[in-house]
């Protein structure tokens, strides 16, 4: 985590930003309260957003309609898919115009075409098509897919043709709860064929390189902004790039503390990145954040909050669970005392030892 706090705004150390959208600037159709106002501060001050998601499923232009009509800046040159990193993959490995089987949405068959390359559909293979007229296979999540169409896949991929996968997230939330993701049937598929193909999205580097091919932008001066540890924060880190977690999804402080990754920045909202940072520091055997101060004592963390906001309470206790991570202090016992700072967040008037 970064330790030197600044007069400045996080952002003004950054001249590009790859945002990811669920749980960061949107939740299912509703915004994240003040994401939309932050994204247009940041363009406003220059600094260019590309959105980057691993969803393969819808086109860049239905994305990037969605995020325009919360009221952040969005046209679908500023998405970035994985379908797309995939697509590029591809071109850069099969000879211009070849075909490319899309096992997947209309993502997918986009993608495809746009990087110049020959999408055939499932329903054109018939079951019939061999490896001597496709080329290649992309897989990502449609909803449409049938098992006529994994078979139709594995009989190609028998042959060892190219085998390149949008992204390998195992599930896909729903309002009802998880639905089985693309790495599902990438499973799927792969028990079949005993292989596994190549995976370009996130937390996989090629998505994380597209976007800065589309931002313009030195890795060292773009900043990666997302929810998920295991890919969006993974992602950065594997690609080189600062990240800020951001606590408006689904992960929580206890699920950081027993992941191997560490944030370069841990904000409440967008809107924290328009802001000074107040970074967590060590004092004495305690850590200072602003005007939180946390200690451990036997195995609990002790608080002293006086004026502070949570997220300066959160970002000192994680600054103290992490190091005791590094000194390998077993991770579920720092998941059980990191459940007073996941208390905290869902609830700021909840006690903290």
């Not at 107040?278 to 451990?296: D, F, I, K, S, Y």
Request: proline letters at 7%.
């Amino acid at each position: 985590m970064h330790t030197e706090t600044s007069a400045e705004p996080l952002i003004a150390g950054y001249d590009g930003v790859v945002c990811d959208l669920d749980g960061v600037v949107y939740r299912g159709a509703d915004a994240v309260p003040g994401a939309p106002d932050a994204l247009r501060d940041m363009v406003t001050r220059g600094i260019k957003v590309v959105y980057a998601t691993n969803n393969a499923s819808r086109v860049p232009s239905e994305v990037a309609a969605q995020v325009a009509s919360l009221g952040a800046p969005a046209t679908a040159s500023d998405v970035v898919s994985s379908a797309q990193a995939g697509a590029a993959r591809l071109a850069h490995e099969l000879e211009a115009g070849a075909a490319v089987l899309a096992l997947g949405g209309e993502g997918v068959v986009e993608a495809l075409r746009d990087a110049g390359l020959t999408p055939v559909s499932l329903d054109e293979t018939d079951g019939r098509l061999g490896h001597d007229v496709v080329a290649a296979v992309l897989q990502g999540f449609g909803e449409e897919l049938r098992v006529r169409d994994f078979e139709t896949a594995a009989r190609l991929l028998t042959t060892g043709l190219p085998w390149v996968a949008t992204n390998d997230d195992a599930t896909l939330p729903l309002p009802w709860g998880q639905s089985p993701g693309n790495g599902a049937y990438i499973d799927l598929l792969a028990a079949a064929l005993r292989r596994r193909p190549d995976v370009v999205g996130k937390p996989h580097p090629p998505l994380y390189d597209l976007a800065l091919d589309r931002l313009g932008s030195r890795a060292d001066r773009t900043l990666a902004v997302g929810d998920r540890i295991a890919t969006d924060i993974v992602g950065a880190e594997a690609s080189g790039l600062d990240s800020a977690w951001v606590l408006t999804g689904v992960d929580r402080p206890s699920d950081l503390v027993v992941s191997g990754s560490s944030p370069t920045y841990v904000v409440s909202s967008l809107a924290q990145l328009l802001q000074p940072y107040a970074a967590p520091v060590p004092e004495g055997g305690a850590w200072r954040c602003g005007a939180a101060q946390v200690t451990r004592t036997d195995g609990t963390l002790r608080v002293e909050r006086g004026s502070a906001a949570p997220i300066e309470v959160v970002r000192a206790g994680l600054a103290a669970l992490l190091t005791l991570r590094d000194d390998g202090v077993p991770r579920e016992q720092l998941r059980r005392e990191a459940g007073a700072l996941d208390r905290l967040l869902d609830d700021p008037a909840a006690p903290t030892r």
